[in-house]
């Protein structure tokens, strides 16, 4: 014999299909409602990758706005006309970490701008990313792998893996992992976008030096005295390319800017060196400014922001 409850059961789940099925009504609405679920389930798993994704870098229409605490008294370096420079906000876990000036003509950054908070002592990583946005208007804001953008799209704004492969140049980075904020700062250095060919002997040897000096003197001179620490490294375009595509960058530069608590910047310092395996030459900010104002073959060149420069002392 069948169950009380179970018969019970089996009645009502046949009054309701005949209803349904007499009921046309009744039936799209059924239709609907697990269309509905469908939809919904679907962008949660979408939201769940995005969310779980290695990192993001998105492209911005103004990256004072959207990322500015990386630039000394919220204002950047300068900037030039031209739809070919891209204003990046690098992002990593839904954290920003720094900021990139990007020329997808040359497919090399103009510049990035960070905060250095101390040695991290960071683990380097070895995959490289690229920036989908620049090739893909429609793609998302998440660094990825080259496989994530279409091939017939892929590379055509940015330097890609190969570029380097056989070229007798190193990705260089300009937000170095040794003055990395953290692991997770250091990881999300690891993108093309902030990287350019350097001679491989300077990469590893004077401007690695330079890199590991500048990071102990602000340790030792700005963050005891609760300064904030920002450094700006760029690159300035060369005459040569690898593979015709990406431009092999003529001098690497860097300058910091240590801010009192009144937004003074009491100690600054810059340096710039050929792409070659030489020593940088060690001048100050407003004569790094005026070299770099020649070699990009602009009127002026800002690298922090004026307002932040201390007033000058009266003699008596």
């Not at 769940?48 to 229409?61: D, I």
């Not at 720094?98 to 960071?122: H, L, Q």
């Not at 990825?144 to 890609?160: F, P, T």
Request: charge should be positive; proline fraction near 5%; include cysteine.
């Amino acid at each position: 014999m069948v169950p009380l409850k179970l018969k019970s059961l089996f009645t009502r789940t046949t009054s309701l299909r005949t209803a349904i099925h007499k009921n046309s009504t009744l039936k799209k609405i059924l239709i609907i409602h697990h269309l509905i679920l469908f939809i919904m389930t679907l962008f949660l798993h979408v939201l769940m990758l995005f969310l779980l994704s290695g990192g993001s870098a998105r492209v911005v229409p103004d990256f004072e706005q959207e990322c500015g605490q990386f630039f000394a008294g919220g204002k950047s370096p300068t900037r030039f006309t031209g739809s070919k420079y891209k204003q990046i906000c690098q992002n990593l876990n839904n954290l920003y970490y720094y900021a990139t000036y990007y020329d997808t003509y040359n497919r090399i950054p103009v510049y990035s701008a960070y905060k250095f908070e101390g040695i991290m002592d960071c683990t380097r990583q070895n995959n490289w990313y690229i920036e989908p946005q620049l090739d893909d208007d429609k793609a998302g804001p998440s660094m990825a792998s080259e496989g994530s953008v279409d091939i017939k799209l892929r590379g055509n704004h940015q330097a890609l893996n190969g570029d380097y492969v056989k070229s007798g140049y190193h990705r260089g980075h300009l937000a170095p992992v040794y003055q990395a904020q953290s692991q997770s700062c250091s990881d999300a250095t690891f993108t093309l976008t902030n990287a350019a060919p350097q001679d491989p002997s300077f990469n590893s040897g004077q401007w690695k030096v330079l890199e590991r000096n500048i990071a102990k003197a602000l340790s030792e001179q700005c963050l005891p005295k609760k300064y904030s620490v920002y450094i700006v490294t760029g690159v300035t375009p060369g005459t040569s390319k690898l593979k015709n595509r990406v431009n092999v960058p003529s001098y690497f530069w860097t300058a910091y800017c240590c801010l009192d608590q009144n937004n003074k910047c009491q100690i600054s310092r810059g340096f710039i060196g050929e792409n070659k395996n030489i020593t940088p030459r060690n001048i100050n900010v407003n004569d790094l400014k005026k070299v770099l104002a020649k070699l990009y073959k602009v009127t002026s060149f800002e690298v922090f922001d004026s307002s932040t420069v201390p007033p000058i002392k009266q003699k008596k």
